[in-house]
C-alpha cells in the first residue's frame, strides 16, 4: 500500500548522505498518528509507551498544527483562508481578525511506527533520527525510551534510536517513535519572528523528518570559503573521529581534483587550487561538486555537498575617481531586489512541494530582481538549494523574539539561533548578507502598533520596561546587545556583510539608528509619487562618508552601501488596495 508522501526530497543537499529513499535513507514524512494534549496529561498517562491504543487523529507532516496542509485541506487553502480552526480551543469563535490570539492548543503528540530496511546500508551502523525543524519544545521517544529533548523553533536536531531499536519475531528492526512538542501561547520569551502578533503561528514540526544509517565515527560539520583571486577554496571539516578526509571536488566543467587531509584534535583543514576559478553569479551559477569521505576505524561516512566561487564587498572610493559600489566578484553591482515573507497560506512555514519555492525564485528573476531578503526566518535548506542552483542572492533575516522578550532567556535563546544557522548555512553561496535584527521588534518599538493588528490586551509585561522613567534607556541597553551579537556573528562568518538592524529612517529614534554595520539600510512605505521622491532624496543627500545620519550617537556612515531593504506602496494596515503605480514608479 503507497503512503502520501510530502517533500519527498532529500531536505539538504549541500550535506547529503543518503541517495535512494527506502534503500539508504527513510523519509518520514506523511501521514503520523497524532493527539492534542489540552490538559498537559501525555506525560503522566504515558502516552510515550508503544500500546495497541489507536490515537484517532492524523496529521500529515512536514506541517505546523496551525496550517490547513497539516490536516489534508491545503486545496482550500487562499488569501481568505490560511489556518485551520480545529487547533482551537473554541473553533467556532475564531476568525482571520482573532485567529492570532485565540487560545489554542499548546501541546501536540505524534507517532508512527517503522520498519528499517534490511540490507547492508544499515547493517552496524547508528540508525540516526533528524528533524529539520520544530516548534518549540520537542521530546523524542523510542519504544518508549526517552531519548532528549530539543529546544528551539528553527534549527536541525537529531536523535541516536540505535539502543532503543527492537527485533520483531519475524527479524524486523523496528522503531515505535513519539515525540512531544510544545508551543506555548505566551512565546515572548522565543525567537518567533513575524509569528509574533503579525502572522500565524507555527507549532509542531515544520520541516522534513528523516532517517538514515550512519558509521560511529561521524563528519559532524565542515566550513568551505573561496577565493576567488587566488583560486583556491579552503576547507575546514569537524569530525568526532576518524584518521583523515579525502576529498573529491568536480568542477562545472566536469573535471576532479582530489585533496587529503589529515585530522587533528577533531579538525581536518586545507586549500585546494582549483585552477581558473569559474564563478558563481546569478546570471551564470556555476557550482563544484564535492565529496567528503571520512576514514574511520571500521567504515567511512560519505557526504555529497557543492559550493560557488564568488565574493561580495563593499568597495570604498579610491584616490582615481572610482565611487564606492557594492560588488560581486569584483564588478559593481546594482542590487533589485524584494522581501520575501516565505509564508505559504496552505503549509504556513512550510512549502507543499519544492515547487513552490522553485517557481518563488524563477518568478522573482523574471521580474528582474536579483536579490531577496528571507525575512526574519531560518528558512527552508531547500529554498537555500534552489537559490544556489537557479542564481539569486540572500539575504537572510535571524528571528526576533516576541516584544517583551528583551530578557536574559530572551538573548540567549537568540543567540543560540544565530550561531546554530550560521553553521547550518555557511556554505551557501547564495547567501551574501546576514541582518541581525528587523527595524525595533522585541525591544519595544512595536507595541502601539501592534495595538492596531491585535486589539486584545499584550501578554508582556509592560512593567519591566518604563520608558518614561529614562527615556533611552533600555534601547541604550538593547544597542549595547546588539553590538555584542553584531561583533559574534563577524566571529563566525567574515565572508559576508552583516547588519546589525534593520532600520526605519523615516521613523527614526535616536538609539535605533546603525552601530557598528556593513549596510546601513532604510524603510519607507507610501504611495505618493512626491513623498516617495522626497524621502528617497532626502536620504540620498544625507548619505555620505563622515555623516551621521542614520546612525546612533559615535557612529558614522563610511564605506557601507545604501540599501532600501524595505518600501512598499502599501503597508501591513491598509488592507487591499491597488498597489501597482505606486510599485511601478518605485
Request: some cysteine; hydrophobic content about 35%.
Amino acid at each position: 500500500m503507497s503512503v502520501y508522501l510530502p517533500r519527498p526530497e532529500y531536505p539538504r543537499p549541500d550535506r547529503q548522505r543518503g541517495t535512494i529513499h527506502g534503500v539508504d535513507w527513510l523519509n518520514l514524512n506523511g501521514p503520523w498518528e497524532f493527539r492534542f494534549d489540552g490538559d498537559n496529561i501525555g506525560v503522566e498517562k504515558k502516552w510515550f509507551r508503544p500500546d495497541d491504543e489507536t490515537w484517532r487523529e492524523q496529521i500529515i507532516v512536514p506541517f505546523c498544527w496551525e496550517s490547513l496542509a497539516a490536516w489534508g485541506e491545503a486545496d482550500s487553502a487562499g488569501n481568505d483562508n490560511y489556518f485551520s480552526s480545529r487547533v482551537y480551543r473554541n473553533p467556532l469563535d475564531v476568525t482571520r481578525f482573532n485567529y492570532r490570539d485565540a487560545a489554542r492548543y499548546e501541546i501536540g503528540w505524534y507517532r508512527r511506527t517503522i520498519t528499517l530496511p534490511a540490507n547492508e546500508h544499515w547493517a552496524g551502523q547508528c540508525v540516526i533520527l533528524t528533524v529539520g525543524a520544530a516548534d518549540f519544545f520537542t521530546d523524542c521517544w523510542c519504544n518508549g525510551t526517552h531519548l532528549g529533548r530539543n529546544e528551539g523553533g528553527f534549527i536541525p536536531f537529531e536523535f541516536d534510536l540505535t539502543t532503543a531499536l527492537v527485533t520483531d519475531m519475524a527479524g524486523n528492526v523496528q522503531a515505535t517513535i513519539v515525540f512531544r512538542v510544545e508551543d506555548p501561547i505566551e512565546n515572548r520569551e522565543q525567537p518567533v519572528g513575524k509569528q509574533w502578533g503579525w502572522y500565524s503561528s507555527v507549532s509542531g514540526i515544520w520541516q522534513t523528518i528523516f532517517v538514515e544509517p550512519r558509521p560511529v565515527e561521524t563528519i559532524e560539520c565542515f566550513e568551505i570559503v573561496t577565493d576567488i583571486a587566488a583560486h583556491i577554496v579552503r576547507f575546514r571539516i569537524f569530525t568526532n573521529g576518524g584518521r583523515e578526509v579525502a576529498l573529491k571536488v568536480t568542477t562545472p566543467q566536469g573535471d576532479e581534483l582530489t585533496l587529503s587531509l589529515k585530522i587533528a584534535d577533531g579538525v581536518a583543514a586545507g586549500e585546494l587550487d582549483v585552477n581558473e576559478a569559474i564563478l558563481w553569479d546569478p546570471a551564470d551559477p556555476q557550482l563544484y561538486r564535492v565529496t567528503f569521505t571520512l576514514k574511520g576505524a571500521s567504515s567511512s561516512d560519505v557526504i555529497r555537498s557543492y559550493f560557488g566561487m564568488r565574493t561580495l564587498v563593499a568597495r570604498a572610493p579610491d584616490e582615481d575617481g572610482i565611487p564606492a559600489a557594492l560588488c560581486l566578484n569584483g564588478e559593481a553591482i546594482y542590487l533589485r531586489g524584494a522581501l520575501y515573507q516565505s509564508y505559504h497560506p496552505d503549509g504556513i512555514y512550510t512549502a507543499t512541494d519544492m515547487t513552490v519555492l522553485r517557481d518563488d525564485i524563477l518568478y522573482a528573476k523574471r521580474a528582474g530582481f536579483d536579490m531577496l531578503r528571507v525575512h526574519i526566518k531560518v528558512d527552508d535548506p531547500i529554498l537555500l538549494y534552489l537559490a544556489d542552483s537557479l542564481g539569486i542572492l540572500l539575504m537572510c533575516d535571524f528571528p526576533n523574539f516576541g516584544e517583551g522578550g528583551d530578557t536574559t532567556l530572551g538573548r540567549k535563546r537568540y543567540e543560540e539561533t544565530l550561531r546554530h544557522a550560521v553553521q547550518r548555512d555557511f556554505n551557501h553561496p547564495s547567501i551574501v548578507a546576514w541582518c541581525l535584527f528587523n527595524e525595533t521588534w522585541g525591544f519595544g518599538g512595536q507595541s502601539e502598533f501592534v495595538k492596531l493588528i491585535n486589539p486584545k490586551p499584550p501578554l508582556w509585561d509592560t512593567s519591566r520596561r518604563d520608558p518614561a522613567a529614562d527615556p533611552g534607556q533600555t534601547t541604550r541597553d538593547a544597542y549595547t546587545w546588539i553590538e555584542q551579537m553584531w561583533n559574534l556573528a563577524k566571529s563566525l562568518d567574515a565572508t559576508r556583510l552583516i547588519e546589525d538592524m534593520s532600520v526605519v529612517a523615516w521613523e527614526h529614534l535616536e538609539y535605533y539608528g546603525h552601530g557598528n554595520t556593513d549596510i546601513n539600510s532604510w524603510h519607507f512605505y507610501t504611495n505618493d509619487y512626491e513623498i516617495a521622491r522626497e524621502n528617497i532624496r532626502n536620504v540620498v543627500e544625507k548619505t555620505y562618508a563622515g555623516s551621521t545620519f542614520n546612525y546612533v550617537p559615535g557612529h558614522e556612515q563610511q564605506s557601507q552601501p545604501l540599501i532600501n531593504s524595505e518600501y512598499g506602496g502599501v503597508g501591513a494596515l491598509d488592507g487591499d488596495v491597488d498597489v501597482s503605480w505606486s510599485f511601478k514608479f518605485l
